[in-house]
């Protein structure tokens, strides 16, 4: 069992809840990476879960916590997404809401000092998207941020659905706007096969209301020296790109 000095005495005592190793602070040699936290009696439900290093020449543990530290199936994946050659590490949990909202750290240990080069919330608050309904069975997804506009054709959704929102035109019986969710997966994919990870990142686009999906916004990011920058990105309908 690993101590926990976040952990008020009293407190139920972290369990480790996901492992991995690999070199994660660049001297060559394996280090221990867990993430620990509590797990709730009778739920899958897993609080203050924490990022813990164990050295793997000295031994020396080290803490980090983070900032939404609760959710169920915590996971951990170790590679390089800088291109510095050692390993990054990649935290993701469950938000367990009914979205499919899921919460994404990327940290960087290099010289044992824990830096956090993707946080989930500033990649859902750095693009802003606009989803309108438009005539003829057409939803118009615009990723405001980026200037990149992509048209949805609806017209083979059920014959119910369109009689609720068009005419016997196809024209708009009422202005409808959708939204486009906060991250549901962030997939690491090397795909130049140099070793190094890009992300690959799906966001649900959704109509009238949140089970209303009208398909994903896919984005392709890469390590550029400072951020994790847009490559490309594109709208997929059931695995059909648009």
Known sequence: MLYNPYFNLGQMNPMIVSSARGDVNGDGIPDNVYLTGVKTIDSPFIQKITLVIQDGRTGIVNYVPLESDAGFNPTLFLGDFTGDGVKDILISIASGGS?????????????????????????????????????????????????????????????????????????L??????????????????????????????????????????????????????????????????????
């Open 173 to 242: 019986k009422s202005p409808i706007k959708g939204f486009v969710n906060p991250l549901s997966g962030l997939y690491p994919i090397d795909f130049d096969s140099d070793g190094v990870y890009e992300l690959l990142a799906y966001q649900r686009i959704s109509g009238r209301f949140a089970a209303d999906a009208l398909g994903y916004v896919l984005t392709t990011l890469k390590w550029d020296g400072r951020k994790f920058a847009l490559v490309n990105q594109s709208v997929a309908i059931w695995g059909t790109e648009i």
């Open 99 to 171: 979205g499919g909202i899921m919460f994404y750290y990327i940290y960087s240990y290099v010289c044992n000092s824990p830096k956090l080069i993707f946080d989930y919330n500033v990649f859902n608050e750095a693009y802003q998207y606009h989803v309108i309904y438009k005539d003829y069975y057409k939803v118009e997804v615009t990723n405001v941020t980026e200037g990149i506009k992509y048209i949805i054709d609806i017209s083979t959704r059920e014959q119910d659905y369109l009689n609720e929102i068009y005419d016997t035109e196809g024209k």
